[in-house]
Antibody
């Protein structure tokens, strides 16, 4: 069974750093791109970027370029999303999702990680 | 970027109703369109892709239609489990973009 299991909810202060994770299982992790999607409270889905675990090839969408870093530990089947300096506006639910091979949609999703940034 | 518009943002319906959820693209996405269902507090779930190909396990009361810029997700007979928010996503052009969602609520 394909599963993406994300790390737990986080509370941070503005200016702090944070790294959240997404562990894949039940499939060959290095065969599928992993994307990150933001959902702000009460809002829709925003695709942030994507990484290929085999070679760490990474793409960011323009709003998130330079704002976050996506990385991967292929030895342990884990993808990461990190911030160096959080802002209150980064408060949101973050989902990782697997891109279906040869397509550009997401077929499996993690359960989400809620990030709260507040002083 | 291609803008995906879903209107209305909320749709009220009753169990047993036939429900149509529209999605419009700002330019042609051919048939590269997916639909997701999201329930409160849960992750999105893939319903269908390439406009009308149902993901495994998705009930046949769900169907999709359209091409180019106008698309519709149809639920033939709304069930209690179907009250949720539905998002379309184009994957014709980078960056792939989602609509703002249509919430199907109980009338």
């Amino acid at each position: 069974e394909v599963q993406l299991v994300q790390s737990g909810a986080e509370v941070r202060k503005p200016g702090e750093s944070l790294k959240i994770s997404c562990k894949g299982s039940g499939y060959t992790f290095t065969n599928h791109w992993i994307g990150w999607v933001r959902q702000m409270p009460g809002k829709g889905l925003e695709w942030m970027g994507i990484i290929h675990p085999a070679d760490s090839d990474t793409r960011y969408t323009p709003p998130f370029q330079g704002q976050v870093t996506i990385s991967v530990d292929k030895s342990n089947n884990i993808a990461y999303l990190q911030w160096n300096s959080l802002k209150a506006s980064d408060s949101a639910m973050y989902y990782c999702a697997r891109r279906r091979d040869a397509y550009n949609f997401f077929d499996y999703w993690g359960q989400g990680t809620l990030v709260t940034v507040s002083s | 970027d291609i803008q995906m518009t879903q209107s209305p943002s909320t749709l009220s319906a009753s169990v047993g109703d036939r429900v149509s959820i529209p999605c419009r693209a700002s330019q042609s996405v051919s048939t590269w369109l997916a639909w997701y269902q999201q329930k409160p507090g849960k992750a999105p779930k893939l319903l269908m892709y390439e406009v009308s190909i149902l993901e495994s396990g998705v009930p046949s009361r769900f169907s999709g239609s359209g091409s180019g810029t106008d698309f519709t997700l149809t639920i033939s007979s709304l069930q209690p489990d179907d009250f949720a928010t539905y998002y379309c996503q184009q994957y014709n052009s980078y960056p792939w973009t989602f609509g703002q969602g249509t919430k199907v609520e109980i009338k």
